[in-house]
């Protein structure tokens, strides 16, 4: 029997070089290996984009074609949307008596994320909603809805994790042995920096390059990336460790070609023009699979459709079973009750 594992995105822009290396990549990788549960976030996302509906509801259809683009199997991984699965809503409702407010409050993703976030929930999180203080307890519910046994994710997450399992704790203790406790498959890649040279790629830093991206796109950002700033001509040494053209070619070049560029550009054998433009061929290569493949599924938009009805319907049949076992050990089975009368 392959182990369960779940894992969930939420779906608020197209997926760049960051979440592919941290995160989507591995994803693909283990496909063969679990029975995976891939969950299309829509609800967690819209916690802090409540106020934008159709930025949720066009990403949730960007986000799919993305992670089918990169070669995630539909007939190996159960794609499914959040919204259309109430047994977790359900599930949240009931875990949420299991968690305090501070330990909510204490969570330190939330309080990242709340740091972040000071346009929508205030300089010291006075505007925080009830909704988005409480996602770690229905990013639990996702996780138990599923029997997840296994979480892949990367360290930011481990927080959330905790939390769940701490629920789960709490449920069996209260209620009976009844969820399975998961554990962290902790992703081995760091964060990926940022074209401008920022420990992190990401969206609402504008340094990110993204799957989808033409090549023009990739033209004018690899052009304009953070090279050593001691470097004046074309021929000064440089070092390479301080260079995101080096650190991309480190990502998408092979290992020959890798060495040839770190060992050039330190005897100042290699200028920093010469090396943009191998490096926009090289990540040009790298994103074209990628992109063909998300053109089929760009002319074929009613497969994407299946995809998810499919993927949703397999989830809901194993929320259902989970949602049953909890409502026996709560005592609030009343339907069943009646059934067997
Ligand atoms: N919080 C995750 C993120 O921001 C997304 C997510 C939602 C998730 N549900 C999950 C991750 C369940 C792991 C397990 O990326």
């Known amino acids: 029997m392959k182990k369960t594992i779940l894992t969930g995105i939420r779906p608020t822009g197209n997926l760049h070089l960051g979440h592919y290396f941290g995160a989507s990549k591995t994803w693909r990788d283990i496909q063969n290996d679990y029975d995976f549960y891939l969950e299309i976030a829509d609800v967690q996302a819209l916690t802090d984009n ?21 070669g995630i199997d539909p007939e190996k991984v159960h794609f499914f949307i959040q919204s259309q699965i109430p047994e977790i809503a359900e599930l949240t409702v009931f875990f949420g008596n299991l968690v305090t407010v501070s330990r909510l409050q204490r969570n330190p993703t939330v309080k990242t994320e709340i740091s ?23 990013q639990a519910a996702d996780i138990t809805c599923f029997e997840g046994e296994i ?24 209620y009976g042995e009844t ?26 830093l504008g340094n990110a390059i993204y799957l989808v ?25 440089a070092n390479p460790n301080i260079c995101m053209v080096y650190y991309y070619h480190k990502l998408v070049n092979n290992e020959e070609n890798i060495k040839t560029i770190c060992e050039e550009c330190r005897k100042g054998n290699r200028g920093c023009v010469q090396c943009k433009k191998e490096l926009i061929e090289t990540m040009n290569n790298f994103l074209k699979p990628i992109q063909e493949r998300r053109k089929y599924y760009e002319e074929n938009p009613q497969e994407i459709e299946k995809i998810l009805q499919q993927g949703t319907k397999e989830a809901k049949e194993k929320a259902q079973r989970t949602i049953k076992k909890v409502k026996q050990a709560m005592k609030i089975n009343y339907e069943e009750d009646k059934v067997s009368e």
């Open 213 to 237: 991206d033409d090549k023009e796109t990739i033209h004018k950002k690899i052009m304009g990336a953070m090279t050593d700033p001691n470097k004046i001509k074309k021929d000064d040494p």
């Open 116 to 138: 972040q976030k000071k346009a929508i929930f205030g300089n010291n999180g006075e505007s925080i909603t009830y909704g988005f203080l409480g996602y770690p307890v229905s």
């Open 179 to 204: 969820l399975i406790e998961p554990q962290p498959l902790l992703s081995k890649t760091t964060r990926i920096k940022g074209l401008d040279g920022n420990d992190k790629m990401g969206k609402s």
């Open 50 to 70: 409540f106020d934008n509906p159709e930025k949720v509801r066009t990403n949730v259809y960007e986000i799919t074609k993305d992670l089918l683009s990169i």
């Open 151 to 174: 979480v892949p994710v990367g360290e930011d997450q481990l927080p959330l994790l905790e939390q769940c399992r701490e629920i789960v704790r709490k449920f069996n203790s209260i």
